[in-house]
């Protein structure tokens, strides 16, 4: 991952013992692999800005990452859910190795696949942050 935000992301998932005690080392960035087992959590970004000045652009940051959860079992996804937004909601100061601003919970939206008997939610978080210029 080149990202610095993901990777911030990815080792903070990871690095959560009630999260991993759910998901284990299901975690993808971008992709879940072909042959992932239930339940599973994929990230991505799917919008950002860099901040500018009048002397051109800053080290401000803002990104939107959106958080799928794919479940057979709804209380996986609550359980799941949960644990991204105490992980991210409302966190300021390092994250993973990102200085972090803020994270805040946009949207929370349930969805069920009938055909795959699956529940696969979205939670998007926008992250303020800061990146080095070096």
Request: charged share 20%; net charge negative; aromatic share 12%.
């Given at each position: 991952m080149n990202d610095t935000l993901l990777s911030s992301i990815f080792a903070v998932l990871n690095g959560?013992?009630?999260?991993?005690?759910?998901?284990?080392?299901r975690i993808y960035p971008v992709k879940a692999d072909q042959t992932a087992s239930f339940p599973y959590v994929v990230f991505l970004k799917v919008s950002g800005t860099i901040g500018i000045h009048m002397k051109g652009a800053s080290n401000d940051r803002e990104a939107r990452i959106q958080f799928d959860i794919y479940s057979k079992n709804y209380t996986n996804v609550e359980d799941i859910r949960n644990r991204l937004v105490a992980l991210i909601h409302g966190q300021t100061g390092t994250f993973?190795?990102?200085?972090?601003?803020?994270?805040?919970?946009?949207?929370?939206?349930?969805?069920?696949?009938?055909?795959?008997?699956?529940?696969?939610?979205?939670?998007?978080?926008?992250?303020?942050?800061?990146?080095?210029?070096?």
């Open positions: 959560d013992a009630g999260l991993t005690a759910i998901v284990g080392d993973g190795s990102t200085e972090l601003w803020v994270g805040q919970l946009l949207s929370d939206e349930d969805s069920f696949t009938h055909q795959a008997d699956t529940f696969s939610p979205s939670l998007d978080f926008m992250f303020n942050y800061e990146v080095s210029l070096t």
